[in-house]
């Protein structure tokens, strides 16, 4: 009788622990460190102070006629994305890589042995909360730097054409680069070469296809999470050879499924 009753409790107990607990658990992890609030205060300097200083020294009057026709007050606000998208990427690796290091995996893939769940877990709070705050902060870069911004240079309201779309990017970009660097920190498994790896993506690939010539740079150019970013922020001209923003978004969510496929097959394959 016992025995039938422990039995009872423990099917009781594994059919009750599924993705709801699991992630609230990595909530409490994701909250509960310093370097959370460090990087989201990061993403708030980067955003809102690049925000201030570019939007507030754009010389209308001194401008020539080919600037002028190519001024674009929305992209313009988020010079701070820059360090915004690395923040959230330093972010996306330590969720993982910190886990590794300290030896605490053993205990998180204990209490979670489906290592699947772990890491879909993991990706949808890191997603979440750096969603919501990408969009909070690309809200308030937008909103800041037109404020920032003197007459009589034009100023870009959300109801125009493209802004809104991109003050939306502005914030689901630099989520997707989190997302990106977690299933890099689980294949890496190393904080400083998850991070090196995404600093490789973002900044040192573009400059790899520079050399190569202005066909390739086009061709392959397009594809870099930068440069979709770019023309994705852009709503008064579109930057040539590049993917549609609906396309180049498709394409980050592409590239976030891969590395965190990746992450997966590498977290179930290896040992902890």
Not at 73 to 102: K, M, N, R
Not at 209 to 229: D, E, H, K, R
Not at 239 to 245: A, M, N, Q, R, Y
Request: net charge positive; charged share 10%.
């Amino acid at each position: 009788m016992t025995a039938a009753t422990l039995t009872r409790g423990a099917t009781r107990a594994k059919a009750g622990y599924g993705f709801r607990s699991v992630a609230r658990m990595e909530w409490l992890k994701l909250r509960s460190v310093r370097s959370t609030a460090w990087v989201v205060l990061v993403f708030a300097a980067g955003m809102i102070g690049l925000a201030i200083l570019v939007m507030a020294h754009q010389h209308w009057a001194t401008m020539s006629p080919a600037d002028r026709a190519s001024f674009d007050p929305t992209d313009d606000s988020f010079a701070g994305l820059a360090i915004g998208q690395l923040a959230f990427g330093v972010l996306g690796a330590l969720v993982i890589t910190t886990e590794f290091s300290s030896g605490m995996i053993r205990a998180t893939l204990a209490a979670v042995p489906r290592r699947p769940l772990l890491v879909a877990a993991k990706a949808a709070v890191l997603g979440a909360v750096a969603l919501v705050v990408g969009e909070i902060f690309a809200f308030t870069a937008f909103a800041v730097g037109q404020l920032a911004l003197h007459a009589p240079a034009p100023h870009a309201a959300l109801g125009q054409p493209g802004v809104l779309r991109a003050v939306l990017m502005a914030g689901a970009y630099p989520a997707l680069i989190a997302l990106i660097a977690l299933g890099l920190g689980a294949v890496i498994r190393h904080t400083a070469g998850a991070i090196s790896a995404v600093v490789g993506i973002l900044f040192v690939l573009p400059l790899i296809l520079v050399p190569l010539g202005t066909s390739i740079q086009n061709s392959v150019g397009q594809f870099m999470p930068m440069l979709i970013a770019e023309n994705s922020l852009s709503a008064v001209k579109p930057v040539v050879h590049s993917l549609s923003p609906a396309v180049g978004l498709g394409m980050l969510c592409l590239y976030a499924v891969a590395a965190l496929a990746a992450g997966t097959w590498a977290l179930a394959r290896r040992d902890a």
